[in-house]
T-cell receptor, first 110, second 113 residues
Framework: GDSVTQMEGPVTLSEEAFLTINCTYT??????LFWYVQYPGEGLQLLLK?????DKGSNKGFEATYRKETTSFHLEKGSVQVSDSAVYFC?????????FGQGTELSVKP | KAGVTQTPRYLIKTRGQQVTLSCSPI?????VSWYQQTPGQGLQFLFE???????NKGNFPGRFSGRQFSNSRSEMNVSTLELGDSALYLC????????????FGPGTRLTVL
């Protein structure tokens, strides 16, 4: 069945470091892909999305490119801030439901 | 535009009881989906409602049910609560296209004792 796999966390970085969180998916067809972020005690916030191959989603300095050939949607940011500390979820959407990866906790130290 | 709202934010129940959670979607959104989040299983899809009809359903037992009203507000009910039902229940709303992004509410934290 359809699934999403993310790199395991927690990931600990120093402020201004480069961030990559790997995400690969298995799905039939061409699902839309998303990154969501969850801050402590809150729900999920949409970070960025891509709806077709080679699309690049971007928001708040984060980027991810929909790579059909490698079935990947890796999240990147050039310079992280302490305020980026959160849990990040990669997800694919098939019809009316989202299928999530297990989440990657990011901790950014000053 | 107001976001997705969920009530109550916190609930404590005992085993065997039942519980009803409420979700009000973003104005104009007609699709409402429910998810369960636990440390062990992560985020799992429960069901989706669109125009008062269940459009999709996840792999949860029949104790989990839902409904949607004509104003698109949705409720989720869990009967005969078990300890394992302790979780954060998240509601999300989206527009008509099933591939639109979903916008999430803050969740209801259910604790079953």
């Amino acid at each position: 069945g359809d699934s999403v796999t993310q790199m395991e966390g927690p990931v600990t970085l120093s402020e201004e470091a480069f961030l990559t969180i790997n995400c690969t998916y298995t799905a039939t067809g061409y699902p839309s892909l998303f990154w969501y972020v969850q801050y402590p005690g809150e729900g999920l916030q949409l970070l960025l999305k891509a709806t077709k191959a080679d699309d690049k989603g971007s928001n708040k300095g984060f980027e991810a490119t929909y790579r059909k050939e490698t079935t990947s949607f890796h999240l990147e940011k050039g310079s992280v801030q302490v305020s980026d500390s959160a849990v990040y979820f990669c997800a694919l959407r098939k019809g009316g439901k989202l299928i999530f990866g297990q989440g990657t906790e990011l901790s950014v130290k000053p | 535009k107001a976001g997705v709202t969920q009530t109550p934010r916190y609930l404590i129940k005992t085993r065997g009881q039942q519980v009803t959670l409420s979700c009000s979607p973003i104005s104009g959104h007609r699709s409402v989906s429910w998810y369960q989040q636990t440390p062990g299983q992560g985020l799992q899809f429960l069901f989706e409602y669109f125009s008062e009809t269940q459009r999709n359903k996840g792999n949860f037992p029949g104790r989990f049910s839902g409904r949607q009203f004509s104003n698109s507000r949705s409720e989720m009910n869990v009967s005969t609560l078990e300890l394992g039902d302790s979780a954060l229940y998240l509601c999300a709303s989206s527009g008509r296209d099933p591939n639109n992004e979903q916008f999430f509410g803050p969740g209801t934290r259910l604790t079953v004792l």
